[in-house]
Nanobody, 123 residues
Framework: EVQLVESGGGLVQAGGSLRLSCAASGFTFDDYAIGWFRQAPGKEREGVSCISSKDGSTYYADSVKGRFTISRDNAKNTVYLQMTSLKPEDTAVYYC????????????????WGQGTQVTVSS
């Protein structure tokens, strides 16, 4: 059974930091690029960051570039999203998902999604 489980969300003040984790199981993790997505109330889902499977190339949405850092540990089947200098507009449910190449298209594989973790940034 494919599972992706996000953790690390919470409530933080503007300017603060959080680190999200995405623990995967049930598939060959290092064969897949993994993306982080977010969805705020009333807004469409957007791709935030992605890390490729082969060479570890990373991609970021313009809105988070310079503030967020994605990384992966294939030995632990886990992807991380380090978020710094958080802003109220970063408030959303954050999801991880396996994505089809190229990573930067943020095209998720059906059913390879986590349940999400809430991030709330207060002003």
């Amino acid at each position: 059974e494919v599972q992706l489980v996000e953790s690390g969300g919470g409530l933080v003040q503007a300017g603060g930091s959080l680190r999200l984790s995405c623990a995967a199981s049930g598939f060959t993790f290092d064969d897949y690029a993994i993306g982080w997505f977010r969805q705020a109330p009333g807004k469409e889902r957007e791709g935030v960051s992605c890390i490729s499977s082969k060479d570890g190339s990373t991609y970021y949405a313009d809105s988070v570039k310079g503030r967020f850092t994605i990384s992966r540990d294939n030995a632990k089947n886990t992807v991380y999203l380090q978020m710094t200098s958080l802003k109220p507009e970063d408030t959303a449910v954050y999801y991880c998902a396996a994505v089809f190449p190229p990573c930067s298209d943020y095209d998720p594989v059906d059913d390879y999604w986590g349940q999400g973790t809430q991030v709330t940034v207060s002003s």
